[in-house]
């Protein structure tokens, strides 16, 4: 499993530096601050294009500012893939349209939302090497019991009966070995190292001196997690149901 870290970083740069170096980084378009670093350091990288921060601020994604930059990077050795343009809360048809405008030379996932049928999942899954799977509507909030009953659905429409799923998967927002350690995700995303370097508290008295010591410790701790191998309902499934 990759665990793609969110960006930008705060603190220094050298705090960015420090986190980065040797890891899986993902891109946010709105933020590019630390695209330098990530490019020169990181393993490997992905671009996010905003949707989720447009949905939550309101607005809409400029997408073809963002195929452009797309373009201007996907030849770079690091680069995995771009998240496809979407609208979160949007149609089904009008996010399949999105999809039928991505230019077929750039590496694109599409995402499957969460208050989007289960048919649909199950047609990009068979169509798509790689599907991401983002939390939307009533299911917003990863790792909840409405979520993770929603999920035990998904899971089960698009695994065989061997548990495997029929592309490979990727976790929007779900960068969290409670959530990750259960589904067999190829890859996932979080802030969680960006966000909560910052944070004193959450260490008690054997505390990191700086933020991107910090921000690296967190990294650590979920890097040594990995996915389920195959999906089977876990506690938290069966705590939903």
């Known amino acids: 499993m990759i665990h793609y870290h ?5 603190g220094t740069r050298q705090d960015a530096a420090r986190l980065l170096a040797g890891r899986h980084a993902l891109v946010p378009f709105p933020r590019q601050d630390d695209m330098g670093i990530v490019a020169e350091s990181c393993q490997s990288f992905v671009f996010d294009n905003g949707a989720f921060t447009v949905w939550k601020k309101g607005g809409q994604v400029d997408v073809d500012d963002f195929t452009r930059w797309t373009d201007d990077w996907h030849r770079h050795p690091g680069f995995d893939w771009a998240l496809i343009p ?31 049928s289960i048919e649909r999942l199950q047609r990009l899954t068979m169509t798509w090497r790689t599907v991401a799977l983002g939390s939307s509507g009533q299911w917003r909030s990863p790792g909840t019991a409405a979520w993770w009953k929603r999920m035990g659905a998904a899971m089960d429409a698009i695994c065989d009966d061997q548990g495997r799923p029929a592309c490979r998967l990727h976790g929007l927002r779900m960068l969290d070995p409670a959530i990750f350690q259960y589904l067999p995700l190829s890859s996932a995303d979080s802030t969680n190292a960006a966000v909560n370097g910052g944070s004193v508290s959450r260490f008690g008295m054997y505390t990191p001196p700086s933020a991107g010591q910090r921000a690296s410790v967190i990294a650590d701790r979920i890097e040594t997690h990995t996915s389920a191998p195959i999906w089977q309902r876990g506690p938290q499934t069966e705590l939903a149901l």
Do not use: C, F, K, Y
């Open 6 to 10: 969110g960006t930008p970083i705060g």
């Open 86 to 116: 979407d609208v979160i809360d949007g149609d089904e048809d009008a996010n399949d349209r999105l999809l039928e405008q991505w230019p077929s030379h750039l590496a694109g996932v599409p995402v499957w939302h969460m208050h989007e």
